[in-house]
């Protein structure tokens, strides 16, 4: 057993409910899994075809995947003839009523999944207490496990959670289990928690000065760090991984922020020359984030771990848990948002008690806090020697090579932006803003590391006086195609349109003629019509004189001439009124105009005009 298995089986065996927080590939799997198996081996008997007798949930479908097989790879070893345990994810190709269809021809006692699939398995009959057609009997119910809990007690999936375990009668155990566990005892009792044991295995190391110290990293792994421009990343980037295959590793996980950045990259370092991506032959690229569609996910990750030379990049929904075999280095292109997940990176490699190394990639500014941030956390963190690009291309010339690339397809470009965007926007969610402040990112630098024609318009580059060296590549983007037809069709179609659009709001030059002709037309009246008003005031002033003259009432006199002052200067004030109003409307019309003619715009750059979205996991 590893330590963490010897301190927990003994316990959770004993109907402990236990909270166990252990380095990553410590074995945290196997002290639930033994547990549960021993108990469902001397009470398998007793239950009955629909009865579920454990429940284990995990965040992610990867790792619901990863659990599912170790489990029925030793029931398949069992003395007896125990029904498989049944799989609850999320796949396009099957329901929840497939399910619960699978679910009554097994007899599963165990289930594994993800929350929201689980939640709707055993929660289709609410009010019933899961005992209702087709989710299972939980009268017998014996083990909760809930894996990576600390990520199911965010507050993401809380609600979720909850309402599982009001399905689940109270008598129970409960096993929460991480590398990063929460300490927010609310969270715990929500869960159902009765006087759990904490179990908390951690590393030791002695440092050259035989000093002991601890840490929250396996003791195997050499985690290091560079700090560079965010110009110069790719070009690191593929030099190191290149380098790292020269020298005989050839397992490697890329982490990156976001899904668009992985789908970007991906693409690109596919179709660079082989003298610029760390691709070939012998070494595959694969791809793995949450928008992918399940079965491409799990094929990914199939034929990353059967391939003898791989590079995976991803985002952090394979952060967690997932134990593939030999990986041999971690790179993160920028630290994550938040620093348990960065425990959980590293901790794909040194598994096990094998070697690792992990590289994090910071760049220069406000950034390189961070490591004293993270060192603080237990986490060691040393700097990698000097990457040099001597006879690699540098930052300048795989723009160029990457903007080439871009040139043959402008869906590439909108892959660009998108990765750019959504990027600034996960830089804008780190949890520590104190090191990872937008306003200081360098977005100039990041758009030339991943080879953009153009600056896109985002909010963030308002107002920005760090832009001076950036430089677009000239481009007729009237021109500048997709190259699949359809899609270009549908560009040029939208193109039309918006120009006829344009048309309409901002009528070209003799329409505007037209409308100032009217409103000189408009002017001109107003000013006769006024006159009139004048000559008018003349003449009733004038037969008032000549009245006064014949002897007229000097007061009635005096007070219609009050009166006409007043008209008069009531007239004054309205048409003051009436052109501050005019003034006004005209200024909002061209606020409109301008917001339309920007958004027009944007709609061009992203070809799609959809917007961003910021991907999440
Ligand atoms: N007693 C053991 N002896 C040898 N290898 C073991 C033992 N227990 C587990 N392993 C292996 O160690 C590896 C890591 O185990 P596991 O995935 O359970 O780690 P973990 O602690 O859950 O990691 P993470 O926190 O990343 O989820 C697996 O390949 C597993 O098969």
Avoid at 136 to 141: C, E
Avoid at 215 to 230: F, G, K, M, S, V
Avoid at 302 to 311: D, H, L, R
């Amino acid at each position: 057993m590893t330590p963490v298995q010897a301190s927990t089986i003994p316990l959770f065996r004993a109907n402990k409910d236990v909270v166990v927080e252990a380095v990553t590939g410590s074995g945290k799997t196997l002290s639930f899994l033994i547990p549960i198996l021993e108990k469902y081996t001397q009470l398998h008997s007793q239950l009955q075809p629909s009865d579920v007798f454990s429940l284990i949930i995990t965040p992610t479908r990867e790792l619901a995947i990863q659990t599912y097989n170790q489990l029925q790879l030793i029931l398949s070893a069992a003395p007896f003839n125990p029904p498989p345990p049944l799989l609850l994810v999320s796949d396009p190709d099957s329901s929840v009523h497939d399910d619960r269809k699978r679910f009554s021809t097994l007899n599963s006692h165990i289930l594994i999944g993800t929350p929201g699939r689980v939640e709707e398995f055993i929660g289709g009959n609410k009010g019933t207490k899961g005992r209702g057609k087709g989710t299972g009997r939980y009268s017998n119910f014996e083990v909760l496990v809930l894996d990576e809990a600390d990520r199911l007690l965010d507050l993401g999936f809380m609600g979720v959670l909850k309402s599982i375990v009001s399905h689940l009668p109270k008598q129970r155990r409960t096993g929460l289990f991480s590398a990063t566990m929460t300490d927010q005892l609310g969270n715990l009792i929500a869960v159902g928690l009765r006087n759990p044991s904490k179990i908390v295995v951690k590393v030791t190391s002695k440092s050259r000065k035989q000093e002991i110290s601890e840490r929250r990293t396996p003791a195997e792994l050499h985690n290091t760090y560079i700090i560079i421009q965010q110009r110069d990343k790719l070009a690191y980037l593929l030099k190191f991984l290149k380098d790292q295959l020269l020298d005989g590793n050839n397992k490697m996980i890329v982490y990156f922020p976001t899904c668009a950045t992985v789908d970007y990259i991906y693409t690109i370092l596919k179709q660079l020359p082989g003298s610029y991506a760390p691709s070939s032959s012998s070494t595959t690229l694969h791809s793995l984030h949450g928008h992918i569609p399940p079965p491409k996910r799990t094929a990914a990750l199939t034929a990353f771990t059967n391939a003898p030379s791989a590079i995976l990049l991803c985002t952090d929904v394979a952060a967690r848990g997932i134990d593939l075999p030999d990986v041999d280095i971690v790179v993160q292109w920028e630290a994550p948002a938040d620093t348990r997940s960065f425990s959980h990176r590293v901790g794909r490699t040194a598994r096990a008690g094998a070697r690792g190394k992990a590289l994090l990639m910071l760049s220069a500014g406000s950034e390189e806090g961070y490591v004293e941030f993270v060192r603080g956390r237990q986490i060691p963190l040393t700097p990698h020697a000097p990457i040099t690009l001597t006879d690699a291309p540098d930052a300048d010339e795989l723009c160029g090579r990457v903007r080439s690339v871009l040139l043959r397809d402008r869906k590439l470009h909108d892959m660009a932006v998108r990765a750019l965007t959504s990027t600034v926007r996960a830089y804008s969610k780190h949890e520590q803003v104190f090191l990872f402040r937008v306003q200081q990112l360098d977005i100039a630098g990041l758009a030339t590391a991943l080879g953009l024609l153009r600056l896109p318009k985002m909010p963030e580059l308002r107002g920005r006086d760090d832009l001076a060296a950036w430089r677009d590549e000239p481009v007729d983007w009237d021109t500048y195609a997709y190259a699949d037809s359809a899609q270009e069709a549908k560009r040029l179609k939208k193109r039309d349109e918006s120009k006829n659009e344009n048309e309409l709001k901002h009528p070209s030059k003799p329409l505007k003629a037209e409308a100032w002709s009217v409103k000189k037309g408009n002017r001109d009246k107003r000013s006769s019509q006024k006159e009139k008003r004048e000559a008018k005031r003349r003449h009733d002033k004038a037969e008032r004189m000549k009245q006064r003259e014949v002897g007229s009432a000097d007061s009635a006199d005096s007070a219609e001439e009050k009166e006409e002052e007043q008209d008069w200067k009531a007239h004054i004030l309205e048409t003051r009124e009436a052109k501050k109003l005019k003034r006004r409307k005209l200024d909002k019309q061209q606020d409109k105009d301008e917001d339309a003619m920007e958004m027009d715009d944007d709609e061009d750059v992203n070809g799609n005009g959809n917007g961003f979205t910021f991907d999440d996991l």
